[in-house]
């Protein structure tokens, strides 16, 4: 069983997914803000990460979504929505086409699509090199935050990072968001979903998801979230919170 955390008792159950750069954690300034009383949440750490970092692969989408699936079995869920962000906006996708009856809604964040991200060449290197490189992985996350925000949140972002993944594992999971692709699958998910996109995101851009996810799934509403990079978790938490909340409330 994958290790997760717990928050809440509310009727409204919710799994949340996190990204490439660190595990469930880069949630946390999330908690305080977060309705219990209406959601029930709980935050997955896959495969390789945080909790779960003993537990061994394959680190790919397919499991992560059997992960997920397997959880909400366990827990005796039978219906749910699925927060996902960057690459595990992708993962939450998965879920979704897997268990189209017990998806309730999917909200992605910064999401990347079930298309993946087919990334040039010398970005390509400059992410692989990421895994183990602190100056390229600096370099990565700035650009995802849009250049403009304190240095130092670049440097908690990569210091959680490298408490909680190892770098072959970071290597893995790159090549599954970006080397992966079910996008034929996508219109077997016809329930809601909202996209938020970071104005500031100069990885998951504006431009990129307009031009996938309504090509994907013609019911997905976009929505940008003002002062926010790749990681609104961290630089906007109250208003994602807000947004993904009045969402699941419909």
Not at 20 to 26: A, E, S, T
């Amino acid at each position: 069983m994958i290790a997760h955390e717990c928050l809440g008792n509310g009727p409204a159950r919710v799994f949340v997914l996190h990204g490439w750069f660190g595990d469930h954690g880069i949630w946390k300034p999330t908690y305080p803000l977060l309705d219990t009383e209406r959601f029930s949440y709980v935050f997955v750490d896959y495969r390789g990460y945080g909790a779960s970092r003993d537990v061994s692969g394959p680190h790919t989408m397919a499991q992560i979504s059997a992960d997920v699936r397997e959880l909400a079995a366990h827990l005796g869920w039978t219906r749910y929505a699925v927060v996902g962000h960057s690459m595990g906006g992708m993962a939450a996708q998965r879920v979704a086409i897997d268990a189209p009856h017990a998806v309730s809604a999917v909200v992605g964040v910064t999401p990347v699509p079930a298309s993946g991200v087919q990334l040039p060449r010398e970005v390509l290197a400059l992410f692989e090199s990421a895994a183990t490189d602190d100056a390229a992985a600096a370099g990565v996350v700035e650009g995802s935050l849009g250049n403009r925000l304190t240095p130092a949140l670049t440097n908690m972002i990569l210091a959680h990072t490298r408490k909680t993944v190892a770098p072959e594992v970071l290597s893995d999971y790159l090549h599954a968001f970006t080397g992966t692709d079910f996008s034929a699958e996508c219109a077997s998910y016809k329930g809601p979903l909202l996209v938020l996109i970071g104005q500031h995101d100069q990885g998951v851009s504006d431009e990129f998801v307009r031009a996938t996810f309504p090509r994907l799934y013609p019911q997905a509403v976009l929505q940008v979230l003002p002062n926010a990079g790749h990681y609104p978790m961290v630089e906007t938490p109250a208003h994602l919170v807000t947004v993904i909340e009045a969402f699941l409330r419909q």
